[in-house]
Nanobody, 119 residues
Framework: QVRLMESGGGLVQAGGSLRLSCVASGTIFGFDVMGWYRQVSGEERELVASIRSGGATNYADSVKGRFTISRGNAMNTVYLQMNNLKPEDTALYFC?????????????WGQGTQVTVFS
């Protein structure tokens, strides 16, 4: 059973930095896409950043230039370096991993890690 475990969230002052990590276990196969989403209570979950197995990245406009997504050498890990954090970045951050098969997409989620930015 595939499990995603996030770490690295916390409380930080505006302008500070945090680095989120996500490790996938329970599989010997890699993922086509790994990424980070975030959700504020009462709102929809939104994509923050994603990275494909070939290295192509995608960022939400609100985090471009401040956040950097990367994958570990083992290809079952993904990181999100968050710099110049703002109070509006406060949310529960979820790791996501996708495996695109011929007729379906397998989609996995972590439990989430809280990021709180205070001014």
């Amino acid at each position: 059973q595939v499990r995603l475990m996030e770490s690295g969230g916390g409380l930080v002052q505006a302008g500070g930095s945090l680095r989120l990590s996500c490790v996938a276990s329970g599989t010997i196969f890699g993922f086509d896409v790994m990424g980070w989403y975030r959700q504020v209570s009462g709102e929809e979950r939104e994509l923050v950043a994603s990275i494909r197995s070939g290295g192509a990245t995608n960022y939400a406009d609100s985090v471009k230039g401040r956040f950097t997504i990367s994958r570990g050498n083992a290809m079952n890990t993904v990181y999100l370096q968050m710099n110049n954090l703002k109070p509006e970045d406060t949310a529960l951050y979820f790791c996501n991993a996708k495996r695109q098969l011929a007729f379906e997409t397998q989609n996995y989620w972590g439990q989430g890690t809280q990021v709180t930015v205070f001014s």
